[in-house]
């Protein structure tokens, strides 16, 4: 079988806006409730990962994995969430992070297919804070999805969704456990930042990344 370019799949935190920083400021201010402390290198292990499996490796990280029954776990999810959401309430276009946007259009027009694969369940909401929603042809729903990256479950979906094979797909992810699902879905990967492993290409930033050197990228 000839492989031939036919979608991109990006991840959304970090990638498309930097809401990154603000769950990181989120999972902050909720550990620090119930007096846990998170510094920016422990967040990185938490990028990528779900709400439920994020607040099980900060109490992992801070002792207290047996303190709390699956109600008040599910109630600290909550709160951060709220606080998540706080933060999020002024995002607009403004945010979308730089080179993004003409890279969209770019994908667009050479009839390629765009997808989503965030696992965030605000993710509808963010893409529609941002004015994006109609530049993807396809978002995987986290709401459905059973594993968080590193596993491919939400690049499969999201390729099985756009109707293409995975191995006609381009992810672009700025966290480990992205990188680490793209490859396993069998896809190539593009790293956004710093001090990712495993990428087929790394640029420092969004500002980077180019339909050519995606194009290019797939034919490694
Ligand atoms: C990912 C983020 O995109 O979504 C994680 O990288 C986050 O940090 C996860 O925990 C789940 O997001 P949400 O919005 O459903 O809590
Ligand atoms: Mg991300």
Redesign the pocket.
């Given at each position: 079988m000839v492989r031939q370019l036919e979608a991109v799949i990006f991840?959304?935190?970090?990638v498309i806006t930097d809401s990154?920083h603000f769950?990181y400021l989120a999972w902050k201010q909720l550990a620090a409730d119930i007096d846990i402390e998170i510094d920016e290198a422990f967040n990185e292990t938490?990028?990528?990962?779900?709400?439920m499996d994020?607040l099980d490796l900060i109490l992992a990280k801070g002792g207290r994995e047996k303190d709390f029954t699956l109600e008040q776990k599910e109630e600290l999810a909550a709160k951060?969430?709220a606080h998540?959401v706080e933060l999020l309430k002024d995002l607009s276009p403004a945010d979308i992070l730089p080179g993004i946007k003409p890279l969209l259009d770019a994908i667009r027009a050479a009839n390629l297919k765009i997808a989503l694969a965030?696992?965030?369940?605000?993710?509808p909401m963010v893409l529609a804070a941002l004015d994006l929603t109609d530049s993807f042809d396809y978002l995987a729903d986290?709401a459905k999805i059973t594993h968080s990256k590193p596993d491919p479950e939400i690049f499969l979906v999201a390729a099985a969704g756009l109707g293409v094979e995975s191995a006609n797909a381009v992810g672009i992810e700025d966290?480990q456990a992205g990188v680490e699902a793209i490859k396993s879905a069998g896809m190539k990967a593009i790293g956004v930042g710093a001090g990712l492993i495993g990428t087929d290409e790394l640029v420092s930033d969004t500002s980077k990344l180019t339909l050519a050197m995606i194009q290019k990228v797939f034919q490694i």
């Open positions: 991840d959304l935190d970090g990154a769950h938490l990028k990528g990962i779900s709400r994020s951060k969430n998540y965030s696992v965030s369940k605000n993710a986290a966290a």
